[in-house]
């Protein structure tokens, strides 16, 4: 399959310039997992676009029909897994900072092949803390927002100290994220993740797993403050994106953890919610 | 004029995609005063860019030739006052935040008239302390990188309160600048500037008023760190950025100051400096 790319909808090879989305990361974007022509959760992704959106004060583009468009013109195999990463910019605008009083979005949609297949097992991941901390930002935390640099200087770290994935703190000490999803501790019948009103990003799948698959399964659910020293009396961790769905940590710093049965349970509920959701 | 529009080098209409510095505000950019064909200290400007490029890990692409091509294919009179943005990202790469390990950096040139006269005298500016805070990351303190969606809610900030500029301070309560240049106090003989150890951009024009222009008048020059409180105590305020050169500030919140000698004599000290640069 050849990757596809769509700017408002509409196949292209590049991005009209100028545009604040290249200039001042002035944009937003979300990853999807797709099947056939079906994306996983569209809900999801469209509440925390349509928020975003607003808290930045960027109008809603017609995305919903470019996804819908684009996905029409892909020529993929009704059960190939995609990932679709849909972003969304101001637009053009006047030269400097403060956004055009009316902008005009646009949408930039790009297909290709999963990177993995989410339904098979993913094996556990070797972790660290990271050195790098992320900054503190409560005016954009939660977001998917353009500017990610924080996020390439972390993966940077946790490929130049061979390791899966790195747990990163704020700058305040305080447990956000990995660096490609979000952070979750198992504490009895308690699934407990980082409060993110300063720093990181809601993801989908967080949200997925503290609204439904935790309650589904008779578990509690917890967001809070947490500082490293919280990981080492978790009975089990894990990772979630929307692409690797649950990925247990097998090993963080010195510490390992054997597969745990509720893990596995979560896992299992997940990749059917998965299917069910694609249809 | 029409503006003009290069990518590395050659007349463009748009960005290849994908490119990392609109997926992740993987990036650079200079913001260059011009004058018919020749840019303002531009080894100020290539200092700034070749280090964060360093700190970044993006190798250097051949950016003084795309400048040079870019400024030869303009057609501006030789008198006309211009503003380039010279834009470097890391260009395409692999899915995901973790840079490609060999990158090949695209340069975006953007070359438009200049937004004001810079030998005119600018009007003084009246300024308030932003509600916005930025957010502390020394990993990123100091550099023109392409995440700036901080001075785009601040910016946004400015023209809702219909003020001229925001002195903007980072969560820690410490003043950093303002949304469009760096801040200047002068305090006796003495100007004084905010560290941006954590936070803010290291302007070319500060840069050249700590090490060229205050040392010439005789006046001392100090980095510190500075909170609010400060700037009630001071002689006089101003800003700077290479667009606007020094402006004063004539009124911040409640307070007023009148025109400062020292102010002025720095303000024509630049427009000397400024015009010599150019030839």
């Known amino acids: 399959m050849a990757p596809g790319l769509f700017i408002d909808g509409r196949a292209a090879a590049s991005l009209p310039l100028p545009d604040r989305g290249l200039a001042y990361g002035d944009g937003l974007f979300e990853t999807l997992l797709v099947r056939g022509r079906q994306p996983a959760w569209p809900a999801l ?13 960027i109008p809603e583009p017609p995305w919903r029909d470019h ?22 910019t101001r637009g053009d605008g006047p030269r400097g900072y403060a956004p055009p009083a009316t902008a005009v ?7 290709a092949e999963a990177p993995l297949d989410p339904l098979a097992a993913p094996a556990p991941l070797r972790t660290a803390l990271a050195r790098l901390r992320w900054a503190r930002q409560p005016a954009l935390a939660g977001l998917k927002h353009l500017n990610r640099l924080e996020q390439v200087l972390a993966a940077r770290e946790c490929r130049e100290r061979g390791l899966d994935e790195l747990l990163v703190c704020d700058t305040a000490g305080r447990l956000v ?40 399964l008779g578990l509690a659910a917890e967001v809070t403050a947490l500082e490293p020293a919280a990981l080492a009396s978790a009975d089990a961790l894990f990772c979630c994106n929307s692409l690797r769905g649950i990925v247990a940590i097998g090993r963080h710093e010195e510490q390992q953890w ?22």
């Open 45 to 57: 992704h469209g509440e925390r676009l349509s928020a975003g959106l607003a808290r930045l004060g």
């Open 67 to 88: 996804l819908a468009s684009s996905l029409a013109a892909v020529d993929a195999p009704a059960e190939r897994w995609l990932t679709l990463r849909l972003t969304v």
């Open 105 to 111: 979005p646009r949408t930039v949609i790009e297909i």
């Open 177 to 216: 994220a990995a660096t490609r999803g979000n952070l979750f501790l198992l504490r009895g019948d308690t699934l407990v993740t980082p409060d993110l009103a300063a720093c990181g990003i809601a993801g989908t799948r967080r949200r997925l797993l503290l609204d439904t698959l935790a309650p589904a």
């Open 258 to 279: 054997r597969a745990h049965p509720v893990i596995e349970r979560l896992q299992a509920a997940y990749r059917e919610a998965l299917c069910a959701s694609v249809g």
